[in-house]
């Protein structure tokens, strides 16, 4: 089967940027938004039978699915064609839809409140109400901290030019950066930061590798004064918010978007920085298979491309493809028909070229009931593992399509987890599939991949962060402090592992600068560690299939430490829980350092 690198969009809205059914969607948005506001302010309690409340959060889901769907169908143009302005007008209008229905949202937020809570409990029992009770609630309780619909309103509006228009600034210097590349022929090319960020992940040579590594970090050195003002001003815009609406730190909001505890995020990453040590054996066996002194930053995911006898094919995006389909269907006939859809129907967009955004996402197309993936596939062996990521998050979005819309936006950390599951069942199925100690040696170092990332690098983003938001409250801090800042977050976090830092990290990486998500970076990790022990607990269950859609169809149903409970019977305020997923990994490290010996 021969499958498309190009995604369809049609199936949204047939036309592009200038579709006539996306301007009519807009419209109706408009009109949709005004008669939700009217009824919103109208509303008095309708006891018992509550028909008019069950109306109000019928047409909320109604205004936000149409407002998600034409997001996601601007946005993915914008990504597919990162340089190209015609599409910036779109995404402003979109935004501003955005925040004139968070308008009537907060009002709807705060007749919650005028309800006892016996009254509110009654309420709950309707049968259109109970399905999405956690969402009312939570919004209920965040009414709380809302102030008067006048500040309110404007806070919404400013952030149009704050919190977002940072973030898309920096899109905007993203996009603009270009940087020479020179193979191993001595062939040079320039190309966009995206395109420097994939071979530096990837690229097999090792002195390539350096020179790349080099001219990436001068690269965002040349850009720094623009993307600290960026992020500065970002921060800053975060913190006057969170004052305003009563948060005691920078902390408080991530934590209470992600459902989960102050107390569950300290015991995990307490188990990380315990367990951080385990990697230092593995990155000295690495750098001698890679023929190198150390590892620098560039090293601690490149492949290993040859040892022994055996040479790693170049994978085809047909050969991933069915790769995927095959190991899902050894866990799950339904994830394997929901790959197989995601392909045949061309919902992926993975070619590689110039002008596209760095990064990968997957988005929900709520309207129509799809998903949409956008990658960059190179031909890695990491890049099956790539593609069944982000499937594994639509994959999550499909088994919750029957629920309401609110039942569709679970917290990042827990969303995470579906897709952080599916790639390890693939990078396991690599080594499972190995057909010598040499390809297994190559395939164990490339499920490496997702440790090394959540344990060490994305521990060292949290760092980072953390010390950035305690420093940003006291005033500006400039680039040559952010790289400080930056540069002791990677020697902790690595245990002093690296050769070679990244000190511009702050200003190459796209997630800091993410305007509707505080602390972007933690819920990779909990979702790692979350679905490793997922990982394990499907090796012991007779329907695992089942019992993984329960899972997944209460993820937006209850907070994490309760889903965590009622469906893996497990504390996750405890180190017990983290550090079974930690002794996982310290099992794929023993096994490749067994196996490599051989080959120093």
């Known amino acids: 089967m021969t ?8 199936s949204i809205y047939p036309g592009g940027i200038e579709s006539p059914e996306l301007a009519a969607k807009l419209d109706l948005l408009v009109t949709q938004i005004a008669d939700f506001a009217t009824a919103v302010a109208a509303y008095e309690k309708d006891a018992p039978v509550y028909r008019g409340l069950v109306k109000l959060v019928n047409d909320a889901q109604v205004i936000d699915a149409g407002l998600r769907t034409a997001g996601l169908f601007v946005n993915a143009l914008y990504a597919a064609d990162f ?34 809570d016996e009254e509110f409990e009654e309420a709950l029992k309707v049968p259109e109400l109970a399905v999405v009770a956690f969402t009312l ?74 020179e790349l590594m080099a001219g990436y970090e001068k690269m965002w050195g040349g850009a720094d004064k623009l993307t600290a003002d960026t992020l500065n001003h970002l921060a800053g815009a975060r913190l006057t918010e969170q004052a305003a609406h009563g948060y005691k730190d920078h902390l408080e909001q991530p934590l209470e978007i992600n459902h989960m505890s102050r107390e569950t995020l300290d015991t995990m990453w307490s188990v990380v920085d315990a367990n951080k ?42 050969d991933a493809a069915k790769f995927i389909i095959e190991n899902f269907g050894k866990y799950s006939p339904k994830m394997a028909a929901f790959a197989k859809s995601a392909f045949e129907k061309q919902w992926i967009e993975a070619e590689d070229r110039p002008g596209k955004q760095p990064g990968g996402w997957m988005e929900s197309v709520p309207d ?37 819309q609110w039942r569709d936006q679970y917290a990042m950390n827990v969303a995470e987890t579906a897709s952080t ?41 949290f760092e980072f962060e953390d010390a950035f938001y305690k420093e940003r409250k006291q005033g500006y801090v400039p680039a040559e402090r952010l790289n400080e800042l930056m540069d002791a977050a990677q020697k902790d976090a690595f245990a002093d592992i690296l050769t070679v830092r990244h000190p511009h990290f702050w200003s190459s990486k796209l997630h800091f600068y993410i305007d509707d ?42 907070t994490t430490e309760e889903l965590a409970l009622k469906h893996l019977g ?31």
């Open 3 to 10: 499958y498309s690198l190009n995604w369809n969009l049609d």
């Open 83 to 116: 340089t190209n302005g015609v599409y910036r007008p779109y995404l402003s209008r979109i935004e501003q839809l955005f925040v004139d229905f968070q308008a009537p949202a907060d009002v709807f937020a705060k007749k919650l409140v005028t309800f006892t």
């Open 137 to 210: 609630r939570e919004n209920r309780q965040a009414a709380e901290r809302l102030l008067d619909d006048t500040t309110e309103s404007l806070l919404n509006n400013l952030r149009l030019d704050g919190l977002k228009g940072w973030s898309a600034h920096y899109d905007t210097i993203a996009g603009s950066l270009t940087m020479p590349f020179t193979n191993e022929k001595g062939e040079v090319k320039e190309i966009s930061a995206g395109q420097a960020l994939n071979n530096l992940d990837g690229y097999p040579d090792a002195q390539v590798r350096a």
């Open 277 to 318: 040590e385990m990697f230092k054996p593995y990155f000295e066996r690495k750098a001698q298979l890679l023929g190198l002194d150390g590892i620098g930053w560039q090293d601690q995911v490149a492949p290993i491309t040859s040892l022994g006898d055996y040479e790693p094919a170049e994978l085809t995006y047909d």
């Open 368 to 404: 129509v009931k799809e998903s949409r993936i956008f990658l960059t596939f190179t031909g890695s062996v990491n890049d099956a593992a790539t593609v069944a990521h982000e499937l594994g998050h639509g994959f999550h979005t499909s088994v919750l399509q029957d629920l309401p």
């Open 421 to 461: 599951f599916a790639e390890m069942l693939i990078a396991d199925a690599n080594v499972q599939a190995a057909k010598s100690d040499a390809e297994k040696v190559v395939l164990l170092d490339a499920k490496m991949t997702n440790p090394i990332a959540m344990f060490l690098n994305i521990h060292a983003r």
């Open 517 to 558: 998500v505080p602390f972007y970076n933690f819920p990779y990790t909990f979702g790692y560690l979350f679905s490793t022990s997922i990982y394990a607990w499907a090796q012991t269950q007779d329907n695992f299939e089942e019992a993984y859609i329960a899972l997944l169809r209460d993820t937006a149903n209850m």
């Open 570 to 600: 497990a504390d996750l305020t405890k180190p017990d829980f983290w550090q079974a997923a930690a002794d996982l990994v310290k099992q794929d490290i023993d096994e490749f350092l067994t196996l490599s010996a051989q080959f120093v």
